[in-house]
């Protein structure tokens, strides 16, 4: 499906929505390699992430995650960091997510706060929300594609869970119509709210309605 040998799918759940002020409270990821012509799971990753702040009544219902969780379980946010940045390795490695965007800006802003503070994502990036939208009307959750393509992993709104549902949805995108590596660097954009989070240089924003296959259009 991609040029890239090394892929990392990665999920987040987080105290909130801006990368600024919230933080990562559990990371999901795998690493998949090419091997024999074949992508194959290398590597996994599923921890929770020590808080900074009591979570909220909403945040906890979401994630389903709680501060007792984080107290018992979570690990340091600098470790953390570590075991992802392992998987990450280098510029090379194509990142790959549901609604990228928003994991991209908590991406960045951990990788500043422990690794460089100018660091910025240089990587092929990859959304699989944006390839459901371009086939879909809405809803264009990611619950809604594992409806669609029925795969068998529920989507529980855990990161493990979630990017490994991810996974399986991008498996069926790909027998439905073989042409995901068309939409590398591409991200769509709803024109009414505009583009949300940083820009980066390498990568092309397309307004994108829903079912239209706009994105597929500027190939």
Do not use: W
Not at 57 to 71: A, N, R, S, V
Not at 126 to 140: E, G, Q, S, T
């Amino acid at each position: 499906m991609f040029k890239n040998k090394r892929v990392l799918l990665f999920d987040f759940e987080t105290t909130g929505l801006n990368a600024a002020y919230e933080q990562i409270i559990e990371i999901g990821a795998i690493v998949l390699e090419l091997r024999n012509g074949k992508y194959e799971i290398i590597e996994e990753l599923s921890t929770l992430v020590e808080a900074q702040k009591p979570l909220s009544p909403k945040i906890i219902e979401i994630t389903h995650i709680t501060d007792e969780m984080l107290l018992r379980d979570g690990i340091p946010e600098s470790v953390a960091f570590q075991k992802l940045f392992d998987m990450y390795q280098d510029e090379n490695t194509l990142l790959i997510a549901y609604n990228i965007l928003f994991d991209l800006s908590f991406l960045q802003a951990l990788f500043r706060k422990y690794y460089q503070p100018q660091f910025e994502i240089k990587n092929d990036i990859l959304d699989v929300m944006a390839i459901y939208k371009d086939r879909h009307r809405y809803p264009h959750r990611l619950e809604s594609a594992v409806q669609t393509y029925q795969v068998n992993i529920k989507n529980t709104h855990r990161a493990l869970d979630d990017i490994k549902a991810t996974y399986e949805v991008i498996k069926a995108l790909q027998v439905e119509q073989p042409n995901i590596k068309h939409y590398v660097n591409k991200i769509g954009f709803n024109p009414k709210y505009g583009i949300k989070g940083q820009k980066m240089p390498h990568v092309q924003y397309i307004a994108q309605y829903g079912g239209r296959r706009e994105i597929e259009k500027s190939v």
